[in-house]
């Protein structure tokens, strides 16, 4: 059965490629055979909305599910923080690698003073948008699409004081600059620096393959992140961040709701013992939902009708 040839499908930019190839060499180096096939995403195509107004969660990992539906690929990798939290029926997370750096940065000119001043920042994240009027209520921020190589070249033809970027995908593919400073404030989206790799339910071979690349660890914090997710956003985009973390026998969680100007922000920080891990995400989000959060949710999925 070893010869059977194991059908990566991938995104074509050249951070999801680095993935693919990362995940590859993994089942190379354990005898499994592979082939990498990529395709465009429409997220990838359409670059002129923000991403949350084409009002498709999963617009990156749709093409791919369709293509493993259709039986042309065998297994996708994905971004975690890309993936929706309810996944296609038929398809399940086969492996979540270890996890890289979770932080978000700032690439900045090099000159930073705006941060006591007038500011414009980029980002296609509601996320980091609310969290950055949060912090700097008179800074404008923009919208930013496309790829990491993308964005990066729009951040220096433009006249922006800075773009904030996942340190991850700019670490993946060497594209870091030495201007740019850790954003440690800022609660990364749910998911954010993991990859994960998605088979079929009914695919026995590249389940059992794909199982000897689950870094368990990582699994339950991201478990905790995007069951928070779920709770909370009950399939509506919103400004939401999440970090759980081993502290020794223990789990710490941060998780975040802000509104979209970032004037409101909802937070919770608690720590349990290891063993309830499994309905951390909900109750976390369940105590936001009461906090106040219910509401902002409304007001969110209101303001995304207009």
């Given amino acids: 059965m070893m010869n059977k040839i194991i059908r990566i499908g991938t995104r074509d930019s050249e951070l999801a490629l680095w993935q693919a190839h990362t995940v590859e060499k993994k089942l190379n180096d354990l005898g499994y055979k592979t082939e990498i096939l990529a395709v465009k995403s ?28 259709n039986g042309d690929v065998d297994i996708a990798v994905h971004s975690m923080k890309d993936v929706p939290t309810a996944l296609p029926i038929g398809i399940v997370q086969a492996a979540v690698l270890e996890r890289a750096n979770t932080l978000d940065i700032l690439v900045h000119k090099g000159n930073l003073d705006f941060l006591n001043g007038d500011g414009t920042i980029a980002t296609g994240s509601l996320r980091r948008q609310a969290q950055w009027l949060n912090k700097y209520p008179n800074h404008k921020v923009v919208d930013l699409r496309g790829n990491v190589n993308t964005r990066m070249q729009k951040l220096q033809d433009s006249d922006w004081n800075g773009a904030v970027f996942a340190a991850a995908g700019l670490e993946r593919i ?49 478990h905790i992140e995007r069951q928070f997710l779920k709770t909370l956003e009950g399939g509506c985009t919103a400004p939401i961040g999440a970090l759980a973390v081993f502290v020794e026998d223990d789990i710490l969680f941060k998780g975040v709701l802000f509104s979209i100007d970032g004037k409101q922000k909802i937070e919770i920080e608690k720590t349990v013992p290891m063993q309830e891990w499994k309905k951390l995400g909900f109750y976390c989000a369940k105590e936001i939902l009461e906090n106040g959060g219910a509401e902002l949710m409304t007001e969110i999925k209101i303001n995304f009708k207009k």
């Fill in 174 to 222: 060497n594209l870091k600059p030495s201007n740019y400073i850790d954003l440690d404030w800022m609660i990364p989206a749910p998911a954010q620096g993991a990859m994960v790799v998605v088979a079929m339910a009914k695919d026995e071979f590249c389940r059992q393959a794909l199982n000897e690349l689950n870094d368990i660890d990582t699994e339950v914090c991201t």
């Fill in 42 to 69: 429409q997220g990838d195509i359409i670059l002129d909305k923000p991403l949350y107004e084409l009002g498709i969660t999963g617009i990156f990992t749709k093409t791919l599910d369709i293509a493993m539906i």
